[in-house]
Each structure stands twice: as C-alpha cells, then as structure tokens.
C-alpha cells in the first residue's frame, strides 16, 4: 500500500480496517544500525544507499531532509487485522 501523496504526503494521516485505526504521526529516519553485521550476517555498507540518494524527506519540521523509509504510530482503535482484509486511508 502506498501512501496517497508519496514522501509528500501531510502527516498526521490514518490508515483503517473495518475495526483497526493506525495513524502515522511522523516519518523515521534511518540511522547506521541496518548497515552493520548482525550474527551471521556480514555488514553491508550500502543497504540504505537508494534512501540516500532518492528518498529524502523532513521527518519533523525541525530537522533537514534525511533518508527515511519508516514511520512512527499511534493505535487509537487496536483490532485484529488479517491477510486480504480491506485497508484505506483515512
């Protein structure tokens, strides 16, 4: 599911089922931790380049443009939600 405006979409904005209501209240940006090694699993220095170079947004009014790929919620109305359920924006 995409968001209606992209990056440029206004915030707060809801996503909702028939029962659940999420709403997004901020974009996240992405800090280095995705970029190192976890277990097995060697570094990889670039994992967030194309964040880098093609989505750069203003996640809070008070800071620059940063690479975000994330959000931060709010569950005002908590409920199940099931593979196939219908979701719209609110």
Same mark, same amino acid.
Request: net charge positive; hydrophobic share 45%.
């Given at each position: 599911?995409?968001?209606?405006?992209?990056?440029?979409?206004?915030?707060?904005?809801?996503?909702?089922?028939?029962? $659940?209501?999420?709403?997004?209240?901020?974009?996240?940006?992405?800090?280095?931790?995705?970029?190192l090694?976890?277990?097995?699993?060697?570094? !990889?220095?670039?994992? $967030?380049?194309? $964040?880098?170079?093609?989505?750069?947004?203003? *996640? $809070?009014?008070?800071?620059?443009?940063?690479?975000?790929?994330? !959000?931060?919620?709010?569950?005002?109305? *908590?409920g *199940?939600?099931?593979?196939?359920?219908?979701?719209?924006w609110?």
């Amino acid at each position: 599911m995409i968001a209606p405006a992209g990056a440029g979409t206004t915030l707060p904005l809801a996503v909702q089922t028939s029962i $659940l209501t999420v709403r997004v209240i901020a974009r996240t940006p992405r800090c280095v931790v995705p970029t190192l090694a976890h277990g097995a699993l060697p570094p !990889v220095a670039a994992a $967030l380049r194309v $964040l880098a170079d093609y989505s750069r947004v203003i *996640p $809070l009014e008070s800071m620059r443009p940063q690479p975000c790929a994330g !959000v931060y919620a709010q569950v005002p109305r *908590p409920g *199940p939600i099931q593979l196939g359920d219908p979701v719209r924006w609110a």
